[in-house]
């Protein structure tokens, strides 16, 4: 599978942006996803994960409150809502997809990256 991340930009902190991430081929409604992302000078790190069928979803402790995730499988498509957004939410931000359904926080189990897209919140 192929992956495409959109919707980054420049946003005010207190704002909102709208993630995207589309994939080719058939088979996406198989693959467990997430986002990750990499702020400048640091790790990349993990931000949320959405089961095949999008029945559950893990959001971590940093954004948990104010990011929600969802997907649709007709039209082979994640998204990361991104609400009330902070300055340290500044980063690029990667979808990914694990074929295994691992359900891991860690890079590692991912088989599929996206490009990424920037996302940067000003104070």
């Known amino acids: 599978v192929q992956l495409q991340a959109s919707g980054g930009g420049l946003v005010q902190a207190g704002g909102s942006l709208r993630l995207s991430c589309a994939a080719s081929g058939r088979t996406f409604s198989t693959y467990d996803m997430a986002w990750f992302r990499q702020a400048p000078g640091k790790e990349r790190e993990f931000v949320a994960y959405?089961?095949?069928?999008?029945?559950?979803?893990y959001i971590s402790d940093s954004v948990r409150g104010r990011f929600t995730l969802s997907r649709d499988n007709a039209k082979n498509s994640m998204y990361l809502q991104m609400d009330n957004l902070k300055p340290e939410d500044t980063a690029v931000y990667y979808c990914a997809a694990d074929q295994w359904g691992r359900g891991s926080i860690h890079e590692a189990p991912y088989d599929y990256w996206g490009q990424g897209t920037l996302v940067t919140v000003s104070s």
């Open positions: 959405i089961t095949r069928s999008g029945s559950d979803t």
